[in-house]
């Protein structure tokens, strides 16, 4: 268990702008391994940097690690209208991903927001919040198929057959929160045939449903997207907040084929998509290291066990 003293070691990382980017993602993702109070205050001091794909990762770890103690700062964040759209909408979907009901009013609220990416994530967190209190809950999304550890805005989709999915998945008159339930009912499947399907999702609907789509491919790890996600990337008026998701995508999946494309673009002149390349490329070169974990050589380095 690490101590009050590793902790600020991992947070003087995150915090120092003089440090990479890629050195304060390790740091980021240790501190949410390790949680706790003072974890949760070095992530929350750390929204008033210059980088929005960094604030947007600091509010989508604080809503992964579930701890009440984060919801002042993502209230704020969220309310901050000087912050990045997708800053403000990671911080929504946090509140969600957290599940406690007293933020419904706020998420309500903030629903109607005039940033379509705000208000359809709040809606978003608002019917998942309401899934919980009418008997939905954790256990049943853990046990449902789901082999990876994130808490998603949605909980998956009854069985049904790819072919179902994928209409659900694509049809833009079904609701936002109806469409995301299929999105993680074919990441659960992990079939080639969901990937093709879940691709489909990238040529489809608003920004925001176009980038979770690029994230849960990125979870996937499954070679059968690199296409669809490389494509993503390269087209022009494309927003830069699927670009980015599908950036990070590539460099988790981590082919040969990944890395020719993310150094083309490691120079873009949209700011969160060029250094989404560069995070990017360290996890590129992570998946093709012997590390545990993405934050391991960080955590060696401060002695964290």
């Known amino acids: 268990m690490a101590g009050k003293q590793e902790v600020t070691a991992v947070g003087r990382i995150l915090a120092s702008p003089k440090e990479s980017l890629t050195t304060r993602f390790r740091a980021l993702f240790t501190l949410r391994n390790l949680g706790g109070a003072e974890a949760i205050e070095w992530i929350s001091q750390t929204f008033d940097d210059e980088s929005a794909l960094l604030k947007h990762e600091l509010a989508y770890c604080l809503g992964q690690m579930q701890d009440e103690r984060a919801i002042p700062t993502l209230e704020t964040v969220l309310k901050d209208t000087a912050q990045d759209p997708m800053v403000r909408h990671e911080a929504g979907e946090a509140l969600g991903a957290i599940g406690n009901p007293k933020v419904l009013g706020l998420l309500k609220q903030y629903s109607e927001d005039p940033v379509i990416e705000v208000a359809e994530t709040c809606q978003l967190a608002v019917r998942r919040l309401e899934w919980l209190s009418s008997g939905g809950d ?19 989709a009854m069985k049904k057959s790819v072919g179902e999915l994928r209409a659900q998945l694509v049809d833009n008159a079904l609701p936002l929160f109806e469409r995301y339930r299929a999105m993680f009912a074919l990441r659960n499947l992990g079939t080639e045939e969901a990937v093709h399907a879940l691709g489909d999702g990238l040529e489809c609907g608003s920004a925001l449903f176009r980038h979770e789509i690029g994230y849960v491919l990125g979870q996937m790890q499954h070679t059968a997207s690199i296409p669809q996600l490389q494509a993503a990337l390269e087209r022009a008026g494309e927003s830069p907040m699927v670009r980015h998701e599908c950036a990070e995508a ?14 083309r673009f490691r120079e873009d002149p949209e700011r969160v998509v060029k250094e989404s390349c560069e995070v990017a490329l360290d996890m590129y070169e992570y998946e093709n290291s012997e590390q545990f974990q993405y934050a391991d050589g960080l955590l060696r380095l401060q002695g964290v066990q």
């Open 250 to 263: 590539l460099g988790a999946i981590g082919a040969e084929s990944c890395l020719q494309t993310l150094q």
């Open 138 to 156: 954790r256990g049943e999304e853990a046990a449902d198929g789901n082999p990876y550890t994130s808490v998603d805005p949605a909980p998956p």
